[in-house]
């Protein structure tokens, strides 16, 4: 399967505890998403790259989370000192920037994060 | 401020009936317009876009939306509805920011039923 894959799937963990989601967008693709979803919401944007440099965060991604795409190809995010509202799927999405090319995301499956 | 919205938390029809998916959205310049649907425990996947051109466009799975300017809208629709079709169907907007980024807005998500 050559789509974006996302490590772990599910994730539970105690308030105060380090948590670190990987992501392997498609591999030709050299922009990297990551949002949040909650429980009947829509995916929120967190931050962006383009190869390895992170050139948009939002305003939701406090100083507990970081993001790295080191070498431009698989990025990690860590979230630290979890805290129950941090509890959500967290999104992956990988695109293409080139000719013709629209910027359609393609999702992986997301990592399901409970805090306890 | 731009957003999108999708005006049913569900959408309920009959198996062969046709259905619609409402979608308006509010962006300054021309949005590209984008529908993803989500299986349980499952990615967004991507259904179909708008970009520039014929108002009617067609995606996978025999679903095909139509761009009405005026009224700001990007309703989904398919003629005849499958049970396989019930999901979680987001509308999604691009819009450029700056010169190397396109962030993606997406409404809160409409749960489509089809019974048998």
């Known amino acids: 399967d050559t789509g974006v894959s996302q490590n772990p799937r599910h994730k539970i963990t105690k308030r105060g505890q380090n948590v670190t989601f990987r992501c392997d967008p498609i591999s030709e693709h050299n922009r990297l998403y990551w949002y949040r979803q909650t429980l009947g919401q829509g995916p929120e944007f967190l931050t962006y790259?383009?190869?390895?440099?992170?050139?948009?965060k939002s305003r939701l991604l406090s100083d507990r989370f970081s993001a790295e795409r080191p070498k431009g190809s698989f990025s990690t995010l860590e979230i630290q000192r979890t805290e129950q509202g941090d509890s959500a799927m967290y999104l992956c999405?990988?695109?293409?920037?080139?000719?013709?090319?629209?910027?359609?995301?393609?999702f992986g499956p997301g990592t399901r994060l409970t805090v306890l | 401020a731009q957003s999108v919205a999708q005006p049913e938390d569900q959408v309920n029809v009959a198996e062969g009936n046709p259905l619609t998916v409402k979608c308006t959205y509010s962006?300054?310049?021309?949005?590209?317009l984008f529908w993803y649907v989500q299986y349980p425990n499952r990615g967004l996947q991507f259904l179909l876009k708008?970009?520039?051109?014929?108002?009617l466009v067609k995606g996978s799975y025999g679903f095909e939306a139509e761009f009405n300017k005026s009224q700001t809208s990007f309703h989904l629709k398919k003629p005849s509805a499958l049970v396989s079709d019930s999901a979680l169907y987001f509308c999604a907007v691009r819009v450029p920011v700056g010169d190397n980024f396109n962030k993606f807005y997406f409404g809160s998500g409409t749960k489509l039923n089809v019974k048998p």
């Open positions: 790259f383009q190869n390895e440099a992170q050139l948009e």
């Open positions: 708008y970009i520039t051109g014929d108002n």
């Open positions: 962006v300054s310049g021309n949005p590209y």
């Open positions: 999405a990988s695109s293409l920037k080139g000719p013709g090319s629209y910027n359609e995301q393609f």
